[in-house]
């Protein structure tokens, strides 16, 4: 096969980490038959070298500025599928990404799987997995037509280790389209401590803590712990009680930490789509039947308010 093209982004000049979890999930299109990674950057030879030394083996940049909008990145980006004979292409689930991918189908008369969980090359042909129908079965989806374009959901693939050993090659592209949209200003959301996404410890509340202040009582036992984010249900979420920005699910952040302690969550298809991935899943819950006590390695059925003011001073014992 003529191989894959992934579409990587420049974030405060450094290339995102959702690009190396794309060449993450290119190489291993690779090992299946899928031919040659390429990448493609708004960004300069230092991105390009990040991108070769994470799996790229030949990568196209442009001097648009990496902030572009999809529709100037559009002509430059065409320039690259058609110079490198990808007929797969993969693109982040990120704001470019919604974008782009829907742009470069319609142009190319072809499909896009948004928000793609797994991809895999069958007969030949890419075969992408995506939720569907809220988070209760999933959809595969393949192409007819090339190119076959997938958007990948955040930590849906692992990204490999730098080897700042590999070589590639790095070619320049300097078609830039037209913006008919005019970004007046951008707003950074704000966040203290560790991103919920990097955490190795997620401490996630749902609607059985009650109210609000169960969630203050979880941001105590995070700070007992190290490195651990606190993170909700859609449903606490909803209710007010926490930040939508720390929702984990089908239509939250998906997370994959070593340990994910789940309070009074009961475990919902749509809330496991975003912490299935945890490599220990721990629940404390009333209902010894929740969903998620059965998912769990290790489970208490009590009442929160007994067991997590115990977890704290017993953490703190240990120092
Ligand atoms: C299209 C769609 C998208 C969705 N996306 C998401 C999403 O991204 N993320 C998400 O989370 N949900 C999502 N949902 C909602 C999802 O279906 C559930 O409604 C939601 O996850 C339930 O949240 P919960 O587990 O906090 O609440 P509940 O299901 O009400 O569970 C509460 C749990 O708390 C336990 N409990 C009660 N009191 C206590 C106590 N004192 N101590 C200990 N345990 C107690 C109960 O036994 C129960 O297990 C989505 C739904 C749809 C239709």
């Not at 280790?161 to 959301?189: F, N, P, Q, W």
């Not at 789509?273 to 009590?302: C, H, L, Q, R, T």
Request: with cysteine; hydrophobic share 45%.
């Amino acid at each position: 096969m003529p191989g894959t093209l992934v579409i990587a982004e420049v974030i405060d000049g450094s290339v995102s980490p959702a690009s190396f979890e794309l060449l993450g999930a290119a190489r291993k299109l690779a090992d299946e038959g899928a031919g040659p990674v390429a990448a493609f950057v708004a960004g300069g030879d230092a991105q390009a070298q990040e991108l070769i030394a994470h799996g790229a083996d030949t990568v196209y940049t442009s001097s648009a500025d990496p902030s572009s909008l999809a529709e100037v990145l559009l002509p430059a980006v065409d320039a690259a599928i058609e110079q490198s004979g990808a007929t797969i292409v993969l693109i982040a689930q990120s704001s470019l990404g919604r974008d782009l991918g829907p742009l470069l189908a319609f142009k190319h008369n072809t499909g896009v799987a948004m928000d793609s969980t797994e991809v895999k090359v069958e007969n030949g042909r890419l075969r992408a997995t995506r939720s569907a129908y809220g988070g209760n079965a999933r959809a595969e989806h393949t192409w007819k037509s090339d190119p076959q374009i997938a958007t990948l959901k955040a930590k849906s693939h692992d990204p490999l280790e730098a080897d700042s050993s590999r070589s590639g090659d790095i070619k320049a592209i300097d078609a830039v389209g037209e913006a008919r949209i005019r970004v007046l200003s951008t707003e950074k959301a704000e966040s203290t401590g560790i991103r919920l996404e990097d955490a190795p410890i997620v401490v996630a509340g749902g609607r059985g803590l009650g109210d609000a202040s169960g969630f203050e009582l979880l941001e105590q036992l995070a700070g007992t712990l190290p490195s651990a984010a606190v993170a909700a249900s859609r449903a606490a979420c909803d209710l007010g009680w926490f930040p939508p920005a720390l929702q984990v699910g089908l239509t939250g952040k998906t997370v994959s930490p070593n340990v994910y302690i789940a309070v009074a969550i009961s475990g919902a298809s749509q809330h496991m789509a975003g912490m299935a991935g945890s490599k220990n899943v721990v629940s404390i819950n009333k209902d010894a039947d929740a969903n998620m006590v059965k998912v769990s390695k290790f489970a208490v059925i009590e009442d929160y308010k007994k067991i997590i003011p115990a977890l704290i001073e017993e953490i703190k014992k240990l120092g």
